[in-house]
């Protein structure tokens, strides 16, 4: 069969053709640059829990030492410590608590002990990671990059697609599937005819990438209405390693000019505020970032699909564009490799849509609804007690990876959810979320990380079972239900992989949970069952009766409010959709002409 088509070689393109080729589906990657990035210390991306594992699994295994997780997070207001959350992370004053002043405005601890304290996020600069996934790409047989290029033209047919580049290697690719993970000017979608509606300049940055010593070591901060005359209404700093912070000031709605000059003096004066006085300093790297929210109409026609930011754009309120992106590559990649392995599976594919959209429309709607609370001048919220604290807290969610602005999504209303059953039972981890990371140990012994064992093209059966840490092997393989559950897991419709584990948050012995390749939890079982267990894998595979509708139908999206875009300016208007059987050459300048 032919190779996956990935248009972009960007994160999120490299980190779906290293994913497919985890599961072994070859692709061609096919970009418009040369493979070489000017180091931007200014422009980073912040890596979530679940996202910095997959650049792990994928051969990203360096990360850490050109990133860094930070060891804290800081809210401030005017010239007081609200909030104090320290995070599990490797750098200095991990697992410190919230610092008090002793009075009744003081900051308020978000943790309750060391053990629970949250994951910390990777800050790291993007070009450092677009070197890393290349790196991994180069060493992976199955992923072959393509000469610098643009697609001109593409082709859809029942059997596959065909792309035409232009470029000095002009030439024609023909693939099995194709993917638009070529950015917010997307050639793949205009050429696909699908809008790409949304707001403009959401809100406006302007960044610096210094060097300088500032009072908290390996911590992030957020510092709103700072009592300092060019401040302005918010600034973040967020750490780097070798002592370089990224440092952003939140710009006025209406752009002001941002000058050298006026930059220096932000600089400056910020640093003093912070530390008393303004400390020697190595301004390394600058920029004005505009932040855009905007959400494809839809994310699949036919063989082609899109991913990262050619399907949407955010990132107001700490949200992370790329992170988003990513799990759209890992959602995706586990779909195709089946499609690419076992023939057609329509409404496994369309899930990608169902559920991916989904979660970034909901990502857009918590910040839509939360910007004008936050940015629009406090007004009559301003009077209420405890707003301005309710506040940090939420933009503290969307910078550290939790509640509706940041968590992980949960794809509980997903068309691959099954059918309810008695044997279900509840655990910690509710259907469609990501599932907790747990020691397991595999049959032959091997005790890793659950997340160790993610995203190899084939669901994972977990049996919690506490005991089995202290028992021999041999003895537990063949004692309880195990003997069952292992028929079980032969009898399905697919390969899959049985692990066991001592205990699992909310779990009670002989739970036996579904795992998606994904990482996923498609059901938990109370028992052995292995009609039920059937069942849901053909559930899981899009290949079982749907236990809820799509929630994610494009056509009714959001009406579009003044001051919105209905689409790209950049978009032309192809000529109309055709039908789904038939063969269609569609060209960059817009028309889609039968062949």
């Known amino acids: 069969m032919d190779p996956v088509i990935v248009v972009g070689a960007g994160p999120v393109g490299l980190t779906l053709s290293l994913a497919l080729a985890a599961q072994g589906v070859p692709s061609v990657v096919l970009g418009e640059g040369t493979g070489t990035e000017e180091p931007r210390l200014a422009r980073t991306v912040v890596l979530r829990e679940d996202t910095a594992d997959l650049m792990d699994r994928l051969g990203c295994r360096d990360l850490d030492r050109v990133g860094l997780r930070w060891s804290g997070w800081r809210s401030m207001r005017r010239k007081q410590l609200v909030r104090h959350v320290p995070l599990d992370g490797d750098a200095l004053g991990a697992g410190v608590q919230g610092e008090n002043p002793g009075d009744g405005d003081g900051p308020a601890p978000d943790v309750r002990s060391a053990e629970a304290l949250p994951p910390a996020p990777l800050h790291i600069p993007q070009h450092a990671l677009s070197v890393a996934l290349r790196a991994a790409a180069a060493a992976e047989p199955l992923v072959q990059m393509g000469p610098p290029s643009r697609i001109d033209t593409l082709e859809q047919d029942p059997h596959g697609v065909t792309v035409h580049t232009k470029g000095p290697s002009s030439t024609w690719w023909r693939g099995s599937y194709v993917v638009g993970c070529d950015g917010a000017r997307s050639t793949v979608r205009k050429l696909l005819d699908i809008r790409f509606p949304g707001r403009t300049a959401v809100e406006r940055h302007a960044v610096a990438a210094l060097r300088a010593e500032l009072p908290w070591p390996g911590e992030a901060v957020l510092h709103r209405q700072p009592p300092?005359?060019?401040?302005?209404?918010?600034?973040?700093?967020?750490?780097?390693?070798?002592?370089?912070?990224?440092?952003?000031?939140?710009?006025?709605?209406?752009?002001?000019?941002?000058?050298?000059?006026?930059?220096?003096?932000?600089?400056?004066?910020?640093?003093?505020?912070?530390?008393?006085?303004?400390?020697?300093?190595?301004?390394?790297?600058?920029?004005?970032?505009?932040?855009?929210?905007?959400?494809?109409?839809?994310?699949?026609?036919?063989?082609?699909?899109?991913?990262?930011?050619?399907?949407?754009?955010?990132?107001?309120?700490?949200?992370?564009?790329?992170?988003?992106?990513?799990?759209?590559?890992?959602?995706?990649?586990?779909?195709?490799?089946?499609?690419?392995?076992?023939?057609?599976?329509?409404?496994?594919?369309?899930?990608?849509?169902?559920?991916?959209?989904?979660?970034?429309?909901?990502?857009?709607?918590?910040?839509?609804?939360?910007?004008?609370?936050?940015?629009?001048?406090?007004?009559?919220?301003?009077?209420?007690?405890?707003?301005?604290?309710g506040h940090d807290s939420l933009l503290a969610d969307g910078h550290l990876g939790r509640g509706a602005l940041g968590a992980p999504p949960s794809y509980s209303h997903s068309p691959l959810a099954p059918p309810h059953s008695e044997a279900h039972t509840a655990v910690g981890t509710p259907p469609g979320a990501p599932v907790a990371d747990v020691r397991v140990t595999a049959p032959d012994g091997t005790t890793v990380r659950l997340r160790e064992r993610l995203g190899q093209g084939h669901p994972l059966v977990v049996l919690v079972a506490p005991g089995t840490g202290v028992w021999d092997r041999r003895h537990w393989r063949t004692a309880g239900v195990m003997p069952r559950l292992t028929d079980a897991v032969a009898a399905l419709p697919v390969t899959a992989e049985l692990l066991v584990t001592e205990s699992y948050p909310g779990a009670s012995a002989h739970t036996v949970l579904l795992v998606r390749p994904d990482g996923h939890l498609t059901a938990a079982f109370s028992g052995v069952h292995p009609a039920e267990l059937h069942t849901a894998t053909l559930a899981a595979l899009g290949r079982g009766p749907r236990a809820v509708e799509d929630p994610s139908e494009p056509e009714r999206a959001r009406p579009v409010t003044p001051g919105d875009s209905e689409e790209d300016p950049a978009d032309e208007d192809p000529g109309p959709e055709q039908p789904p059987g038939s063969r269609a050459r569609v060209h960059a300048d817009g028309a889609a002409r039968p062949r």
Do not use: M
């Open 228 to 389: 300092w005359r060019t401040a302005g209404a918010e600034i973040s700093a967020r750490p780097l390693p070798d002592g370089v912070w990224r440092v952003d000031w939140l710009l006025p709605p209406r752009g002001e000019l941002v000058t050298p000059e006026a930059l220096i003096t932000r600089i400056r004066d910020s640093l003093a505020g912070w530390c008393g006085e303004t400390p020697a300093y190595e301004l390394l790297d600058t920029g004005v970032h505009t932040l855009h929210h905007r959400l494809a109409r839809r994310w699949r026609r036919q063989r082609a699909f899109l991913a990262g930011d050619a399907a949407h754009l955010l990132g107001a309120l700490g949200t992370q564009g790329l992170d988003e992106g990513i799990r759209d590559a890992e959602n995706l990649a586990w779909k195709l490799a089946h499609a690419w392995h076992d023939g057609p599976a329509d409404p496994l594919l369309d899930s990608y849509q169902s559920e991916r959209r989904a979660a970034v429309a909901s990502r857009l709607r918590a910040a839509d609804q939360s910007l004008p609370i936050l940015r629009g001048g406090g007004g009559l919220r301003a009077l209420i007690p405890g707003a301005a604290r």
